[in-house]
């Protein structure tokens, strides 16, 4: 295996792929390369149906498949309806809730649509489409499945997979079931070959041992020469691991985290992390993106703006982008009451019953329970309009909601919503 480093790649997909940052490990650059720039490389991911959304970190392999299509490969995203009733172990010290297949279904349905802001579908050599792996693990018949596919798997190197031997080192329980789900995702690359002309599979570097598992699954089983491709697992320049902030998952469906938010997400970017990430989370090119990196000291929050609006124009359109953009410097630049911020409603009876400040909080989202609460007021972090609170046995008041019916409530500087008079 070459390093990207020590490549260098003449297909266009690989080029941009690289120069961005996406590629951390590929089973064979040279024989990838030469499919690419043969043109029409069809290529997939796949995404579990854990939730009713993808979160921040899936935004990654999200964009390799945009890129793949816009550099003329044809992307296949692949929807885990099967192998999320399994469950994969990878990267977990216990075993995940097994869902119903109704709630799979359900979160399948809501997750699709992020993909469409990505991708072009339809019938085209180069239009994506989207697979289901249920419509070929469902089916199965264990019995067959044993004899024609789980011959090829040995026990023995399964037991050196990351995602079971750390799992076994922590003397952490291991289900029968999760041990199966490797076998499963090889499986996948086998099925979607046939199916689809499936070459290449990507994934987060923590997949690098179930997708080769894939690779020699079809070598075993009579597939054309397979590929592996991964990107690394990011972390911030800090070390916190992309997509979890303290108030939890940054959620890509905007009934999980409003627009406004998503900015502030992207807003928030640390310094250190401004270039890698509109390379990685934009498609600018890479001569503008060079040059909002040159920027310095005070300028290079300019580039944080940029990051953000563009970020969340690919998520949410650019109208709600510009949107939460303008929010925030009304908010953070001209101390307005921006009415575009994320709102709450609160009924006419709370407020004449006097709502509690702790609770209000809780109910707009800002802190996870009074107690939080209590210890942010302490340390002088809610503002109920730009006022501090400093009572936590205090309570709103219609006096509080003068201004068109909302109060503002603030957590720190940057987070803020509006309790809205229902």
Same mark, same amino acid.
């Given at each position: 295996?070459?390093?990207?480093?020590?490549?260098?790649?003449?297909?266009? +997909?690989?080029?941009?792929?690289?120069?961005?940052? /996406?590629?951390?490990?590929?089973?064979?650059?040279?024989?990838?390369?030469?499919?690419?720039?043969?043109?029409?490389?069809?290529?997939?991911?796949? +995404?579990?149906?854990?939730?009713?959304?993808?979160?921040?970190?899936?935004?990654?392999?999200?964009?390799?498949?945009?890129?793949?299509?816009? $550099?003329?490969?044809?992307?296949?995203?692949?929807?885990?309806?099967?192998?999320?009733?399994?469950?994969?172990?990878?990267?977990?010290?216990?075993?995940?809730?097994?869902?119903?297949?109704?709630?799979?279904?359900?979160?399948?349905?809501?997750?699709?649509?992020? +993909?469409?802001?990505?991708?072009?579908?339809?019938?085209?050599?180069?239009?994506?489409?989207?697979?289901?792996?249920?419509?070929?693990?469902?089916?199965?018949?264990?019995?067959?499945?044993?004899?024609?596919?789980?011959?090829?798997?040995?026990?023995?190197?399964?037991?050196?997979?990351?995602?079971?031997?750390?799992?076994?080192?922590?003397?952490?329980?291991?289900?029968?079931?999760?041990?199966?789900?490797?076998?499963l995702q090889a499986y996948d690359f086998v099925e979607i070959n046939r199916r689809h002309g499936a070459l290449l599979q990507m994934g987060g570097s923590d997949q690098w041992g179930n997708i080769v598992t894939g690779l020699d699954l079809g070598r075993r089983m009579g597939t054309p020469q397979l590929y592996a491709l991964t990107s690394p697992?990011?972390?911030?320049?800090?070390?916190?691991?992309?997509?979890?902030?303290?108030?939890?998952?940054?959620?890509?469906?905007?009934?999980?985290?409003?627009?406004?938010?998503?900015?502030?997400?992207?807003?928030?970017?640390?310094?250190?992390?401004?270039?890698? +990430?509109?390379?990685? /989370? $934009? /498609?600018?090119?890479?001569?503008?993106? @060079?040059?909002?990196?040159?920027?310095?000291?005070?300028?290079?929050?300019?580039?944080?703006? $940029?990051?953000?609006?563009?970020?969340?124009?690919?998520?949410?359109?650019?109208?709600?982008?510009?949107?939460?953009?303008? $929010?925030?410097?009304?908010?953070?630049?001209?101390? @307005?009451?921006?009415?575009?911020?994320?709102?709450?409603?609160?009924?006419?009876?709370?407020?004449?019953?006097?709502?509690?400040?702790?609770? @209000?909080?809780?109910?707009?989202?800002?802190? @996870?329970?009074?107690?939080?609460?209590?210890?942010?007021?302490?340390?002088?972090?809610?503002?109920?309009?730009?006022?501090?609170?400093?009572?936590?046995?205090?309570?709103?008041?219609?006096?509080? /909601?003068?201004?068109?019916?909302?109060?503002?409530?603030?957590?720190?500087?940057?987070?803020?919503?509006?309790?809205?008079?229902?």
């Amino acid at each position: 295996m070459t390093s990207a480093s020590d490549f260098t790649p003449k297909s266009e +997909f690989l080029r941009t792929l690289i120069a961005r940052g /996406f590629v951390h490990q590929c089973s064979d650059f040279a024989g990838l390369d030469e499919k690419a720039l043969a043109g029409g490389l069809p290529a997939y991911i796949g +995404f579990d149906c854990t939730a009713p959304s993808l979160h921040v970190g899936s935004l990654l392999p999200i964009m390799m498949l945009a890129w793949l299509q816009r $550099t003329g490969g044809k992307p296949l995203p692949l929807m885990g309806g099967g192998t999320t009733r399994v469950g994969d172990p990878s990267g977990k010290d216990e075993s995940r809730r097994l869902l119903t297949v109704e709630q799979i279904d359900s979160n399948k349905a809501s997750i699709k649509r992020v +993909f469409e802001r990505f991708l072009t579908f339809g019938d085209g050599p180069a239009d994506a489409l989207m697979l289901d792996n249920a419509d070929w693990l469902a089916g199965l018949n264990y019995i067959d499945f044993l004899r024609d596919v789980g011959r090829h798997f040995s026990v023995n190197r399964m037991l050196t997979m990351d995602s079971v031997k750390l799992r076994l080192e922590r003397e952490h329980e291991l289900s029968f079931i999760e041990f199966n789900y490797m076998c499963l995702q090889a499986y996948d690359f086998v099925e979607i070959n046939r199916r689809h002309g499936a070459l290449l599979q990507m994934g987060g570097s923590d997949q690098w041992g179930n997708i080769v598992t894939g690779l020699d699954l079809g070598r075993r089983m009579g597939t054309p020469q397979l590929y592996a491709l991964t990107s690394p697992l990011l972390t911030t320049a800090s070390g916190a691991k992309m997509g979890k902030t303290a108030a939890g998952a940054v959620w890509l469906n905007a009934d999980m985290l409003s627009p406004y938010d998503y900015w502030q997400y992207w807003r928030n970017t640390e310094d250190a992390d401004v270039a890698r +990430f509109l390379k990685l /989370f $934009t /498609f600018l090119s890479m001569d503008e993106v @060079a040059r909002l990196a040159a920027l310095e000291g005070a300028e290079i929050n300019e580039a944080k703006k $940029t990051l953000a609006t563009e970020a969340t124009a690919l998520i949410h359109g650019r109208e709600a982008a510009e949107r939460a953009a303008e $929010t925030a410097r009304r908010t953070f630049e001209e101390g @307005a009451l921006a009415l575009s911020l994320p709102k709450v409603t609160v009924s006419a009876d709370e407020i004449a019953a006097g709502l509690g400040v702790l609770a @209000a909080f809780v109910k707009a989202g800002l802190v @996870a329970s009074t107690g939080e609460a209590r210890r942010q007021i302490k340390g002088g972090g809610l503002k109920v309009n730009d006022a501090a609170v400093t009572d936590e046995r205090g309570t709103l008041s219609e006096k509080d /909601f003068e201004t068109d019916g909302v109060a503002k409530l603030s957590l720190g500087k940057k987070r803020h919503v509006l309790l809205e008079r229902g």
